[in-house]
Every structure is written in C-alpha cells, then in structure tokens.
C-alpha cells in the first residue's frame, strides 16, 4: 500500500471513546469500592481505547468527584468528561480540567440521557458555559440531535465539536426505520462538517449496529459505553474493547 493509501486510511478511521460510566455502576449496587472505574479505564486504554468519558451525574448514581480527579491524574489518554450546565457541575469541570466537556441535557428520573440538547432553546446559558471552560483550555462539545436547527444553534452557540446522538438509529425496531434515522445521522454529519465542525457520534451503539455508523464520511471519534461493558461481563473487558475497536476501524 503507498504511503498516500495509507494516510488516507488513517483519516477515514474513527477512533473510539470508552464510556466507562457503567462500571461505577455496578460499583454501586453494594456501596463499596469495587470494581474500580480507574482500573477500568487503564484495561480500556491497553486495549486500544483512544479517550475515557465519564458522565458526572448530578444525582452522582455512578461516577463520582473521586473518580474524575483519578481518571484526570492518571490516564494517559483523553479525558471525556459528560456534564450538564449545572453551576456546581461547572466549577468541579473547571477544576478538573477535563481534555474535553461534552454538555448532555439531563433529567433526575432518567435511566439513560433520553435525547439530544436543545441548544437552540437555551444558547444564551450554553454559551456562557462553553465560554468559562474554554478559557481553562478544555475543549466544549454539544450532544445534539441530528438536525440541522440544532447544528446551527451549536456553531452560533461558539463551540467547535458537537456530538450526535444516535439513539433513534440503535432503538430503530425495523430495518424501514433504522434507514430512515441513519440517513438523517449521514446527512446531519456532512452539514455539519460543510458548517466546519468536529462531528463525534453516540448513544446505544453496539456490536451489530456500529459498523454502519462508523462509516459515515467525517466522523471523528464515536462514544460507546454500555454495550462494551455488557460485552466485558461475558469476555472480559480487555476483549471487548478490542472487539469494538476493530469492528469501527
């Protein structure tokens, strides 16, 4: 292969973040210490994991302060912090100084983050945001639906990198349905790539439904958590990030 053949390889590869939310989790079920989430994340980046993202909840039902101030010590890759734009939530962000914030919408009674950010309707708060963690160095993205109001409210919101939610696409409960929500996922990608932005993808990826997401033209890093750690139950975690890492390259 020539040298060309190749860069060009490297530039259509997503890489692959690992959320590892769902091993605090489990951790929880008997409020103890184990299994311990920064372990976790070292098997994840040994198994060729390209980020770690941890959801820092409000209610704190998994990952907690102790563990973000770990993961940011200690990890040698990207730090992927999810959060919403709750003040408190915001200053911890602030001190920790993630490698990148992902702002999620986020509601209390919720089993799994239910939907996109509804950037369009809270710009002014978003931006604020956005605005004091850039000015720490962290990179700001926006969990978004793949539509294009909210593509454009997120580039006039500031921010460089948005994150599209593919919850539709993996819910899809016919093949009639799963087309119709990843034509809109392409389509959303390149508009928003043509509008000069970072695209990342995720929500409810797993192994038999991420190979077609991850060949969307653009998109840089897809986002995968609970079916990897579901995977790890059975094969350990190791494996399972392997597994996934080779089926989005």
């Known amino acids: 292969m020539s040298a060309g053949s190749w860069i060009s390889l490297i530039i259509r590869m997503a890489s692959l973040g690992v959320n590892i939310d769902h091993i605090a989790t489990l951790r929880q079920v008997r409020r103890g210490n184990d299994p311990e989430p920064l372990f976790a994340a070292f098997i994840c980046e040994a198994a060729g994991a390209d980020s770690i993202v941890a959801h820092l909840r409000e209610d704190r039902r998994h990952i907690n302060e102790r563990d973000v101030y770990l993961l940011r010590e200690l990890i040698r890759t990207r730090l992927n912090l999810e959060m919403s734009t709750a003040a408190d939530i915001v200053d911890i962000a602030v001190r920790v100084k993630p490698d990148q914030a992902t ?34 160095g962290i990179a700001v993205s926006l969990f978004i639906d793949p539509d294009k109001k909210q593509i ?81 139950a059975l094969v350990g975690l190791e494996r399972a990030v392997r597994e996934m890492k080779a089926l989005i390259s």
């Open 103 to 136: 702002l999620v919408p986020e509601k209390r009674q919720e089993l799994t983050t239910e939907g996109g950010l509804d950037v369009a309707a809270g710009i002014k708060k978003i931006s604020a945001v956005r605005e004091k963690l850039e000015k720490k």
């Open 152 to 232: 454009d409210a997120s580039k006039k919101a500031g921010v460089k990198i948005i994150e599209l939610h593919t919850g539709r696409y993996a819910d899809a409960l016919s093949l009639h349905e799963q087309d119709k929500y990843f034509r809109q996922l392409a389509l959303a990608a390149a508009y928003a790539l043509k509008r000069g932005l970072v695209v990342n993808a995720g929500h409810g990826l797993n192994y038999s439904n991420v190979k077609r997401v991850a060949g969307i033209k653009g998109l840089r890093e897809l986002n995968i958590g609970y079916s990897i750690i579901c995977r790890a």
